[in-house]
């Protein structure tokens, strides 16, 4: 079976400062990953997938992924914070373990302080 | 397009009612799925459907039916509301099950309280 844990419910930071969501992953072959946002009352939109080649992905609004196989790790990072990035942030496995359904984190919130 | 779209946004029922979530979305997607989110706990998969006429369920489906007529709609049945089911609902579509790194499309959501 596959699973995806995001290390922290809640993560602060101030404006401007680096942004870093952190998301490991188990499989047993090699994973599709992905990375959602969830605005306030709204639904989840894709940020950013990993597929193959490149392990360095980038997406919308400035965030970047790596995928790191040896660490079983696909963190999300921002160089620089804006007050518009307060969000709740998804990680998302797929094809790990033959299924086809992804499996979600528990997301993580993320705060950010004038 | 419209994308997905479920109604109703807000429900309150009583405890023993049933209610009807509707979603629906116009990608001619296959793939279609609903997810409760609750505090704490994520997104958890309560029932999918990889095609019309064809459904299974998911990690929590217990409480709830679905089905698929169309293509288009895949409507989500409670049929006797319990206060454990208080939840935001999600409807998410997605192109063909069958691909692994296909995006998930996700409907605004319904806020329900059972009281």
């Known amino acids: 079976a596959q699973s995806v844990t995001q290390l922290g419910s809640h993560v602060s930071v101030s404006e401007g400062a680096l942004v870093l969501l952190r998301c490991n992953y188990s499989s047993s072959v090699p994973p599709y990953l992905f990375w959602y946002v969830q605005y306030p009352n709204q639904g989840l939109q894709l940020l950013l997938k990993?597929?193959?080649?490149?392990?360095l992905v980038k997406g919308i609004n400035g965030f970047e992924a790596e995928f790191k196989k040896s660490e079983t790790s696909f963190h999300l990072t921002k160089p620089s914070a804006h007050m518009s990035d307060a969000a709740e942030y998804f990680c998302a496995v797929s094809r790990s373990g033959g299924s086809y359904i992804p499996t979600f984190g528990r997301g993580t919130s993320l705060i950010v302080h004038p | 397009n419209a994308g997905v779209t479920q109604t109703p946004k807000f429900q309150v029922l009583k405890t023993g009612q049933s209610m009807t979530l509707q979603c629906a979305q116009d990608?001619?997607?296959?793939?279609m799925s609903w997810y409760r989110q609750d505090p704490g706990m994520g997104l958890r998969l309560i029932h999918y459907?990889?095609?019309?006429?064809?459904?299974d369920q998911g990690e929590v489906p217990n409480g709830y039916n679905v089905s698929r007529s169309t293509t288009e709609d895949f409507p989500l049945r409670l049929l006797s509301a319990a206060p454990s089911q208080t939840s935001v609902y999600f409807c998410?579509?997605?192109?063909?099950?069958?691909?692994?790194?296909?995006?998930?499309?996700f409907g605004p959501g319904t806020r329900l309280t059972v009281l």
């Open positions: 998410a579509s997605s192109p063909l099950l069958a691909r692994f790194d296909n995006e998930q499309f």
């Open positions: 990608m001619n997607h296959e793939y």
């Open positions: 990993y597929t193959t080649g490149a392990t």
């Open positions: 459907s990889v095609g019309a006429g064809i459904t």
